[in-house]
C-alpha cells in the first residue's frame, strides 16, 4: 500500500515541479517508478495564464477540483470552460491551450503511461517519454 500526504512529502520536494515560465505547478503523487501503471498527480493552473500543450506521448485524464479555466482544442478551436466538477481526457493526444481563469485552478491528473517526476513540457508541450 503507498500512502503519502502532499504536504509532508510533495511540497517542496523534487516532487513538485515548475513550470518553466511559473504559469503551473504540478505536484507529483504516484510516478513511474511507484509501479502503479499510471502517474497521479495534482496541478495548479496560475490565474490569467496560458499553456501549450501536446502530449504525443501520453494519455492523459484531467478532473477539476477547484477554481476555473478554459481548454482550446487546437485542431477544432473548440474551447471548453473548466470549473469544478468538470473532467477532460487527451484520448487523441490532442493539442490544446489551457487557460487559467481569474483564480488559480487545482486540478487532479492521470498518466498514462506513467511519468518519471522531474518532466516539463518542452517548446512543443511535450513529455518526453522515458524508457
Not at 496560458?50 to 484531467?62: C, D, P, S, W
Request: hydrophobic share 35%; net charge negative; aromatic share 10%.
Amino acid at each position: 500500500m503507498i500512502v503519502r500526504d502532499i504536504r509532508k512529502e510533495v511540497i517542496g520536494t523534487q516532487k513538485e515541479v515548475f513550470a518553466k515560465n511559473n504559469q503551473w505547478v504540478s505536484r507529483r503523487m504516484l510516478l513511474k517508478d511507484d509501479g502503479m501503471g499510471f502517474s497521479f498527480h495534482e496541478t495548479i493552473i496560475k490565474a490569467h495564464t496560458k499553456t501549450h500543450i501536446h502530449y504525443q506521448n501520453h494519455l492523459e485524464a484531467v478532473y477539476c477540483v477547484g477554481g476555473e479555466g478554459k481548454i482550446e482544442d487546437l485542431k477544432t478551436g473548440i474551447t471548453h470552460d473548466i470549473y469544478d466538477g468538470v473532467m477532460y481526457a487527451l484520448n487523441n493526444h490532442d493539442e490544446h491551450y489551457l487557460y487559467g481563469g481569474n483564480v488559480d485552478m487545482r486540478l487532479i491528473c492521470v498518466f498514462n503511461p506513467p511519468i518519471k517526476g522531474t518532466e516539463n513540457h518542452d517548446e512543443n508541450g511535450v513529455y518526453p517519454l522515458e524508457d
